[in-house]
């Protein structure tokens, strides 16, 4: 199994980017999705995340601004984030519990995407 996030880059302040990440692999089901950041010298925090039946939360600094949502049938989780500030640079993570069949029987796992930067220019 594996996670591909995609979509960042460079934008000014007051910009728009969408984040985008994929899983692929051997998938029986996908769980909770989310996404995470993490700035120079910080550590990382939690964003966004998003439930298997569509529930969703935010962190405090980017309530209103930024979007989470999913597309089951493509296996894919999104980020819209709008009016961004210089303090939501950072790379940014995803991750997702799924299950997958094996061997011994189903099992759930925590995995993790390879990380996108994004970069907010004031």
């Known amino acids: 199994v594996q996670l591909q996030a995609s979509g960042g880059g460079l934008v000014r302040a007051g910009g728009s980017l969408r984040l985008s990440c994929a899983a692929s692999?051997?998938?029986?089901?996908?769980?909770?999705m989310g996404w995470y950041r993490q700035a120079p010298g910080k550590q990382r925090e939690l964003v966004a995340d998003?439930?298997?039946?569509?529930?969703?939360h935010y962190a405090d600094s980017v309530k209103g601004r930024f979007t989470i949502s999913k597309d089951n049938a493509k296996n894919t989780m999104y980020l819209q984030m709008d009016n961004l500030k210089p303090e939501d640079t950072a790379v940014y993570y995803c991750?997702?519990?799924?299950?997958?069949?094996?061997?011994?029987?189903?099992?759930?796992?925590?995995?993790w995407g390879q990380g996108t930067l994004v970069t907010v220019s004031s």
């Open positions: 692999g051997n998938i029986l089901s996908i769980n909770d």
């Open positions: 998003i439930t298997r039946g569509g529930n969703t």
């Open positions: 991750t997702a519990g799924i299950s997958t069949a094996q061997a011994v029987g189903t099992i759930l796992n925590d995995y």
